[in-house]
C-alpha cells in the first residue's frame, strides 16, 4: 500500500493513461479489463480497483455508462489476483502458509482466470455503445514531477512488489522482508531524488507521507478476521465443518464452487484461512489440486455479488453502486464467467494430470 501512494505520488499512473488513445466505449471496457487484470497479480486486487475506478472516471463522467466499467474492474480486479501470490489476500495466505508455490499457482490458476474475466467481457461488452468519451486520455493537471522521475518511481515501484516471491525463493527470509526492502529502495531512491527540492515540496512526495495514507482499518479488520477463525480452529470446528462439507458434497469439486459462491455473502479471507485449517498439509501437499481449485474459486467468487469482495466494497463506496443494480444487471454475467472458469480448470487439470 504505501509504494502504491508513493507511486501514486508521482503521478506514476498517468504512465497507463496516456497509453490509452481509444475514443470508443466498447474499446476502452476492454483495456480497462484487461489491464486491470495483469495489473491486479503485481499492485493488488483492491489497490488496482481504487487506481482504475478513479481512471474510468475522469475517462467515462457519465455515471451510468460508468455502470459496466465498474463491474468488469471488479470481477478482473479477483480474478487477476487470484493467479498471483501477491495479487490478492488470500492467495497470500495460502502461499505463506506452504500451501501453493509462485510458479504453480500461475500455471494452474491463469487460463480459469482470463476465462473468468472473457466471458461476462463479451457478455457485457457488445451491448455498450458509444463513439465517444466524455474525457480522452492523456495528460490531466500539471504533474508535480519531472517526466524522468515519474517514470524511475512508476518502474522501480512495479518492481519491488514483483519480486518479492523472487526474494523469498533465493533468501527462504519471510516473504514480508523483501516487501520491505523493496519499500527501502522505494524510500532511499525517492530521498535522493527529491533533496535538493524545497522542503514542503520533498515532503509532500515523501515515503513517510505515503505511510500517512496507507488505510490501517482495512490491516485491522483482516487482522480480527484472522485472530477468529485461530479460534475457532483451535476449538476444532473448523475440522468438524470440513467433515460435514464432504458428508453433504462428497467431493473436492462441489465443496470448492459451492465455497466460491459462499464468498460472495461471506467475505473471503475468513473462508481461506478456515480451509488451512480444514485440510492439513501431510494429505494435501504443495500446489494439490485443492489448493490450487480453491485458490480460484474462492478469489472469483466473491465478484458474483458487490458485497463479495474488497475490491467490490470499494467500488461500491466510491461509486455509489447499491446491492440490487449490481445483482440485477452483472450477477449472471459474473457468475457465468466464474463457472465457465472452474470447467477450464477442471478440463485443463484432468487433460495435464489425467482423471482426479
Not at 484487461?34 to 467515462?60: D, E
Not at 485461530?230 to 465443518?241: K, R, T, Y
Request: aromatic letters at 8%; a positive charge; charged letters at 10%.
Amino acid at each position: 500500500m504505501a509504494i502504491v501512494n508513493v507511486i501514486d505520488q508521482h503521478d506514476g499512473f498517468a504512465i497507463i493513461t496516456g497509453l490509452i488513445r481509444t475514443r470508443s466505449l466498447s474499446d476502452l471496457l476492454w483495456l480497462i479489463s484487461l489491464g486491470t487484470f495483469f495489473l491486479a497479480p503485481l499492485i493488488g486486487n483492491l489497490t488496482v480497483t481504487i487506481v482504475m475506478i478513479s481512471l474510468v472516471r475522469q475517462l467515462v463522467p457519465e455515471p451510468r455508462q460508468r455502470l459496466p466499467f465498474s463491474a468488469l474492474v471488479i470481477i478482473a480486479a479477483n480474478a487477476g489476483g487470484a493467479w498471483s501470490p501477491i495479487g490478492d489476500v488470500t492467495t497470500t495466505m495460502l502461499w505463506l502458509g506452504g500451501q501453493i508455490s509462485t510458479l504453480g499457482v500461475v500455471k494452474d490458476v491463469f487460463l480459469a482466470s482470463l476465462t473468468c474475466v472473457l466471458v461476462p467481457l463479451l457478455l457485457l461488452g457488445w451491448r455498450l455503445r458509444g463513439p465517444a468519451l466524455g474525457a480522452a486520455g492523456g495528460e490531466g493537471a500539471p504533474s508535480p514531477v519531472a517526466p524522468w522521475e515519474r517514470r524511475l518511481v512508476f518502474l522501480v515501484g512495479i518492481l519491488a512488489p514483483v519480486t518479492a516471491p523472487l526474494f523469498k525463493a533465493v533468501t527462504r527470509l519471510p516473504p514480508v522482508m523483501g516487501m520491505l526492502l523493496g519499500l527501502a529502495v522505494v524510500w532511499t531512491l525517492t530521498e535522493l531524488m527529491h533533496r535538493g527540492k524545497e522542503p514542503s515540496r520533498r515532503d509532500a512526495l515523501s515515503v513517510s507521507t505515503a505511510l500517512t495514507r496507507v488505510d490501517l482499518t482495512t490491516i485491522l479488520f483482516f487482522l480480527g478476521i484472522l485472530l477468529c477463525i485461530a479460534a475457532l480452529e483451535e476449538g476444532g470446528h473448523l475440522l468438524a465443518l470440513s467433515h460435514a462439507l464432504e458428508r453433504v458434497f462428497r467431493g473436492l469439486i462441489p465443496v470448492g464452487i459451492s465455497l466460491g459462491l459462499v464468498s460472495a455473502i461471506v467475505d473471503n479471507v475468513p473462508l481461506v484461512a478456515a480451509t488451512q485449517g480444514m485440510y492439513p498439509l501431510p494429505q494435501y501437499p504443495l500446489d494439490h489440486f485443492l489448493w490450487s481449485f480453491f485458490v480460484y474459486c474462492i478469489g472469483t467468487g466473491g465478484s458474483v455479488l458487490i458485497i463479495g469482495s474488497a475490491a467490490g466494497v470499494a467500488v461500491m463506496s466510491i461509486e455509489k453502486i447499491d446491492f440490487m443494480t449490481y445483482a440485477r444487471r452483472f450477477a449472471l454475467p459474473a457468475l457465468l464467467g466464474y463457472l465457465a472458469g472452474a470447467g477450464v480448470y477442471i478440463l485443463q487439470y484432468r487433460l495435464l494430470h489425467g482423471a482426479g
